[in-house]
């Protein structure tokens, strides 16, 4: 195939990524807001469910100029939960961190159990978020405006679907951000005993 040929394919690919991506984003919302996002509730493996999650985005970060660093701390760590919303809230939260960080910068993502609590965490050395954007976090559509700062695109949907289902789990998920430094997010569920 004639390398042009190969570079309108793969825009194409990408493009149609990009839909797929915002379809199902708009799909969560619809369920949510109408109460009806099913969980599949289990005991699951939450270091599994995140070393895939790391694994499976691997590529997005490649393709973003940045790696993943996994530190894992513990061993299986057992939780109540839906094992595909929660990779997809790793996920959300795996690409919210490739989209702001330098090229060349890794993101660190680990998982720690205090008191019976884990604590999933992922860290960017990016550029921060700015006090104004932080009051929009986790709200439909919120996007950052900072094209300069952002190495792609996204819906503004990820955070708001990753609240609802960490909420859906009765957990909480959160942000430590600091401009010009970075930024983590995190989540906590119960661990079972």
């Known amino acids: 195939m004639p390398a042009k040929a190969q570079e309108m394919l793969a825009i194409a690919t990408k493009n149609l990524d990009r839909l797929n991506n915002l379809v199902n984003d708009i799909l969560d919302v619809e369920k949510l807001v109408s109460g009806n996002m099913a969980f599949d509730f289990q005991s699951v493996d939450l270091l599994a469910i995140a070393r895939e999650a790391v694994e499976e985005n691997q590529g997005y970060a490649q393709s973003c100029g940045i790696g993943f660093r996994f530190a894992e701390t513990t061993s299986h760590v057992n939780v109540h939960g839906d094992s595909m919303k929660l990779g997809q809230v790793i996920a959300n939260l795996l690409s919210n961190a490739a989209k702001f960080s330098d090229k060349g910068k890794t993101v660190d993502v680990s998982l720690a159990v205090d ?33 300069d700062t952002r190495q792609q695109s996204g819906t503004g949907l990820g955070l708001y679907i990753s609240k609802s289902i960490i909420d859906g789990h009765g957990g909480t998920i959160g942000y430590d951000t600091q401009e010009g430094v970075g930024t983590t997010f995190f989540f906590t569920l119960n661990v079972l005993e």
């Open 115 to 147: 008191n019976n609590i884990a604590k999933v965490s992922i860290t960017d050395y990016g550029p921060g978020i700015s006090k104004n954007f932080q009051r929009k976090f986790f709200q439909r559509f919120a996007q950052a405006d900072a094209s």
